[in-house]
């Protein structure tokens, strides 16, 4: 049967997509930064451009923090700003990257006092998720070895694992710890949570709240992450998404712009796995860059892809799906899901848009706002993303 388009746009309606403050900053490759005018001077001005996002798309209605990037004297009163300016504050996302300390690794290190340092921060970003109100706390870390032998596999894995015990101690009742995975970079030989496995064993460790992050730029290429994702929701797994598009490593580009395809595979098995259910806990959160596109609408368009692909993936017949797959007819399974991603969502999500007093096209609607040109001409000495914020 057809999957009715009121179904699918119920389903839409409820779903939620966290943006990154660190989006709307200056960034850029180890090459060059362009800034860009009016970016935001300070972490308020970041979530004013937040809450464009949502104002235009009405499905935004979270920003993410990264701290120490995003530093206030009062978060309880940032919680209060945001809220102000339509907006809540979402995942906490630790950093412990970034200081000459972590040379060697931060909670991996060697030496128990970097280690200890590395910990504090984490837990200073549990004090900070109390007075936010935020639930997820997300951590990545860049540790890892660049030479064999540099240091031992296996006791880093050691020292991971009680600090994360640490950590996940420290968590309220109904705050969860996310761990994200990366393949490699900054470190070059090991790195010590490489990939979903590492991540979900330490997961598993810890007890229930401690969930998986799919940072869908995280993998070696060809990567089957549709089959991940189907394996951490069996598991009860699957946290959240860091979305974002690449072409050749960590990109951080436009989610759904190298690859609709590929994203219309993970919604693919995001539904199948419940993981779009109203209770489910998996969090949409896009993690990117605009290193030469405009950065608001660059989020507003990033979000619309989410949408999309999630529209199609929900447009998929399964009980044709099924009727095909126990058939052992092949060719007629794979046409069942290959019209579902040929069908142009586009009428429907404008259709939606306009039911909901959006306008159907939120990125024309924010270009006509003049809010980009009221910002550039305000906003003066803008900061990068991260590092100068
Ligand atoms: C690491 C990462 C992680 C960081 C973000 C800025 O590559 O994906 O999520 O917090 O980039
Ligand atoms: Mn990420
Ligand atoms: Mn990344």
Known sequence: MVVPAAVVKERLRGQRIETPSWAYGNSGTRFKVFAQPGVPRTVEEKIDDAAQVHAFTGVAPTVALHIPWDRADDYGRLAKYAESAGVRLGTINANVFQDDDYKLGSVTNPDRAIRRKALDHLLDCVDIMDRTGSRDLKLWFADGTNYPGQDDIRTRQDRLAEALVAVYERLGAHQRLLLEYKLFEPAFYTTDVPDWGTAYAHCLHLGDRAQVCVDTGHHAPGTN??????????????????????????????????????????????????GLDPETGVAFMLDQCHNVEAKIPGQIRSVCNVQ??????????????????????????????????????????????????????????????????????????????????
Do not use: C
């Not at 306008?359 to 550039?376: H, K, L, Q």
């Open 225 to 274: 992450i549709e089959f991940i994702v189907a394996v951490l929701l069996r598991a009860g797994r699957l946290g959240a998404f860091d979305f974002n598009s690449r072409f050749y490593a960590d990109d951080d580009l436009m989610v759904g712009a190298a690859d609709p395809f590929q994203l219309f595979r993970i919604m693919a098995e995001v539904i199948r796995g419940g």
């Open 308 to 389: 999309e692909a999630t529209a199609k993936a929900l447009l998929i017949d399964r009980d044709a799906l099924t009727a095909a797959q126990y058939s052992g007819d092949v060719l007629a399974a794979h046409d069942v899901v290959m019209d579902a991603y040929h069908t142009d969502v586009r009428p429907m999500l404008a259709e939606l848009r306009a039911e909901q007093g959006l306008d159907p096209d939120p990125v024309a609607a924010y270009r006509r706002s003049g809010y980009g040109e009221r910002i550039a001409a305000n906003r003066v000495g803008g900061t990068q993303a991260g590092w100068g914020a």
